[in-house]
């Protein structure tokens, strides 16, 4: 079968298309044939070295997919060959076949092509599994989000604003805090030239934001505790801005605040499978309902996946960038 690879650690140029071996579905496992895959940032990350799979998972970059199942493995039920589904991976999306737990695998929700569900299970099981299964964002509570036009982003804010909450979000240009608006963003702010803490402290008189997703890290540790409200949660998903920060732990007590911070593509196939389920359970008829939806921002061909990583890193899409696989 035709898959990317990366020939060595490097940049976008280290991408090419190359004939493999296909995968074989084992014990709990399904094969798919893969419609379409996503771009995520962690991609770009293993292509250059610097976020190996897990152990066991397939070294092909991709960790999320639409498709239809081709085959089941041994003791697997409750799927039909031919069925369209889209799927939570560990690695392997970039391909035209790709062997996910069954525990990962998720319907194509009703009303999404192959493109939009391509585009979904990592974002949305991020979010629900950060934003509200760990942080318990309410209703009537405040939730801030950084990199509001990002994937993630806008998912969690079309997510918080449907379920209650007021949202905040931070992106760089106009454009981008435009389209967070029109996803729901109460407030987007211009996160290059003013100080985001400050504008929080004034749109809530002082009070705060009870939940934070932040993709940052180290970068927006302080601002991020001054502007908790009191019993915030902050929850960390990303480290563009740095690993190492420094924490007032005086600030965060005096808020009586947490921090929680979780990857998802390492984590045991068990917790994974109740994400996905929890993601189906609540996501999935909000999308039925047309309040939330994948946003693409480009659809290219697998062949041209080095192009497709360019447009990520330079960080001027919105939404997700995808690629067509059949």
Not at 38 to 50: E, Y
Not at 180 to 190: H, K, P
């Amino acid at each position: 079968m035709k898959a990317i690879v990366a020939t060595e650690p490097g940049g976008p140029e280290v991408l090419s298309m190359a004939e493999v071996d296909p995968p074989t579905p084992g014990v709990g496992e399904v094969l798919l044939d893969v419609a379409a895959t996503a771009v995520n940032r962690a991609d770009l990350m293993q292509r250059a070295g610097n976020y190996p799979p897990p152990p066991g998972a397939s070294t092909i970059i991709g960790l999320e997919c639409s498709g239809t199942v081709a085959a089941l493995g041994p003791g697997v039920t409750g799927w039909e060959i031919g069925d369209e589904v889209c799927a939570l991976l560990s690695g392997g999306g970039y391909a035209e076949q790709v062997v996910v737990p069954v525990g990962q695998l998720m319907q194509r929700p009703d009303g999404l092509d192959a493109v939009h569900a391509a585009a979904l299970p990592e974002v949305a099981c991020t979010v629900w599994s950060m934003v509200f299964d760990q942080a318990g964002l309410a209703p009537g509570e405040r939730f801030l989000v950084h990199g509001g036009s990002s994937g993630i982003g806008t998912m969690a804010i079309q997510l918080a604003k449907a379920m209650g909450a007021q949202v905040f979000t931070t992106a760089g240009t106009e454009a981008k805090r435009q389209a967070c608006r029109e996803l729901g963003a109460d407030v987007a702010i211009d996160y290059r030239n003013v100080d985001f803490a400050t504008v929080i402290a004034d749109e809530t008189h002082g009070a705060g934001v009870d939940v934070i997703l932040d993709t940052i890290g180290a970068k927006y540790l302080p601002g991020n505790v001054g502007s908790l409200a009191f019993g915030g949660r902050i929850a960390v998903i990303g480290m563009q801005g740095g690993v190492v920060g420094e924490l007032n732990l005086g600030a965060l007590m005096a808020r009586r605040g947490s921090i929680y911070a979780a990857g998802l593509r390492a984590r045991p196939l068990e917790q994974k499978a109740t994400i996905v389920a929890g993601a189906q359970a609540h996501v999935w008829p909000l999308i039925a309902q047309g309040l939330v939806r994948p946003i693409v921002h480009e659809v290219l061909p697998l062949a041209e996946a080095a192009r497709a990583h360019r447009i990520v890193e330079a960080s001027e899409h919105v939404g997700k960038v995808v690629l067509s696989v059949r």
